[in-house]
């Protein structure tokens, strides 16, 4: 079991920052993928960005490529989505994610198997 807590969100102006924060218990976290998505409304859950085990490798989505980076502190339990360069489109629900046993889809959904329960980002215009 892994429970997943995110923090961080808010309310944003177009071209601002915000950094996400998953804070994570339950198994050893350093043994974890993890992975970001976001929800719009009426959107399906969409992948974000992606960190291995160790954080030696990242993935993103291109829509945010060059804006957001993933990272992580094994120390703290904790993985972070620094987000820059903000904009309106990127308003959504941000969920982190818990991926225990690797089956090659890290852009899936189907591919994690923990989530938490989300944190609203909101970017104005």
């Known amino acids: 079991q892994v429970q997943l807590v995110e923090s961080g969100g808010g309310l944003v102006q177009a071209g601002g920052s915000l950094r996400l924060s998953c804070a994570a218990s339950?198994?050893?976290?350093?043994?974890?993928?993890m992975g970001w998505f976001r929800q719009a409304p009426g959107k399906e859950r969409e992948f974000v960005a992606r960190?291995?085990?160790?954080?030696?490798?990242?993935y993103y989505a291109d829509s945010v490529k060059g804006r957001f980076t993933i990272s992580r502190d094994n120390a703290k339990n904790t993985v972070y989505l620094q987000m820059n360069s903000l904009k309106p489109e990127d308003t959504a629900v941000y969920y982190c994610?818990?991926?225990?046993?690797?089956?090659?889809?890290?852009?899936?959904?189907?591919?994690?198997?923990?989530w938490g329960q989300g944190t609203q980002v909101t970017v104005s215009s």
């Open positions: 994610a818990a991926d225990t046993y690797y089956t090659g889809t890290y852009y899936s959904t189907d591919e994690y198997n923990y």
């Open positions: 339950g198994r050893t976290f350093s043994s974890i993928a």
């Open positions: 960190i291995s085990s160790s954080g030696g490798s990242k």
